[in-house]
C-alpha cells in the first residue's frame, strides 16, 4: 500500500479549531493525529475528553489517537467511545503490556506500541505479532517542531527486520520532526505512516504540504 498521512491536532490552531479540522477533512490527509498528553509521562498536558468530543462531530477521518499518557489502561473505554481508530500507548509507560494490548483490541480497536528514541526495538519481540502498529518517536515527546533524531533510520531498519522475521503485519509510523526530506527517506526506508503537524500548519498552504507529503516515494 501506499504510505499514510496523519495530521497531528497539536499544532492546530485551537482558536480556529473547526476550520483547521475541516481542512484536514478535504486533504489528502488520510488519519487525525491526536497526542493525549497528562503533564506526568511527559511534561506537558494537551486536550481532554471535551476537546476530543468536538473533534469526532468534526472529524470525517480515522481517529489515531497516541496516549502519552501514564497508566493507559484507566481510560481505553473511554477513548473507544469517543471514536478511536487505532489507539497508540508507549512500551514505557505499561506494567504489563500484552495485558493492554488485548484491552484495546478486545474493544474492536487498532492497537498499537510507541517507543520513544533512547528505547530499542528488540523490546517488542515478544508482542511484535499481537500487534497493528509500532510508532517510533522520531523526537522527545511532549512538544512540536522539534529536530529529527537522524537515528530513527536505523531503527526503522532494525523495525523491518524484526516484522519480517516475525511475520508481523505491523504498520511502521513515524512521529516528530517529518517534513518533505525526511519523509522522503522514511518512506523509501519502509515507513508506513507518517505524521506531520507543525511542518504543515506552519505553512502558507498546509493542504498544498499535505498533498506533497502523500506524492513522497
Not at 87 to 98: G, Q, R, S
Not at 146 to 159: A, H, S
Not at 187 to 208: I, Q, R, T, W, Y
Request: proline share 4%.
Amino acid at each position: 500500500m501506499s504510505h499514510l498521512i496523519s495530521l497531528s491536532l497539536l499544532n492546530a490552531d485551537f482558536g480556529n479549531l473547526k476550520s483547521e479540522i475541516e481542512m484536514i477533512n478535504h486533504s489528502e490527509a488520510d488519519w487525525f493525529h491526536l497526542d493525549i498528553m497528562d503533564g506526568s509521562f511527559v511534561p506537558n498536558i494537551s486536550f481532554g475528553f471535551p476537546v476530543l468530543k468536538h473533534i469526532k462531530k468534526l472529524a470525517k477521518k480515522p481517529l489515531d489517537i497516541h496516549l502519552m499518557i501514564s497508566k493507559p489502561d484507566r481510560f481505553l473505554n473511554e477513548f473507544k467511545n469517543y471514536g478511536a481508530y487505532f489507539i497508540t500507548v508507549h512500551y514505557e509507560a505499561c506494567k504489563h503490556l500484552h495485558k493492554t494490548i488485548q484491552k484495546i483490541k478486545s474493544l474492536d480497536v487498532k492497537a498499537g506500541v510507541s517507543l520513544n528514541p533512547h528505547t530499542p526495538v528488540h523490546l517488542l519481540e515478544e508482542i511484535i505479532s499481537d500487534i497493528d502498529m509500532v510508532l517510533l518517536m522520531s523526537v522527545i515527546p511532549g512538544y512540536g517542531g522539534q529536530k529529527f533524531i537522524e537515528n530513527t533510520y536505523n531503527k526503522v531498519r532494525t523495525l523491518k527486520q524484526l516484522i519480517d522475521k516475525k511475520k508481523s503485519s505491523s504498520l511502521i509510523e513515524i512521529d516528530g520532526g517529518v517534513d518533505l526530506i525526511t519523509g522522503r527517506k522514511l518512506v523509501d526506508s519502509g515507513v508506513n505512516v507518517l505524521v506531520a503537524g507543525s511542518f504543515v500548519f506552519n505553512s502558507n498552504n498546509p493542504a498544498e504540504i499535505i498533498s506533497r507529503l502523500k506524492q513522497l516515494g
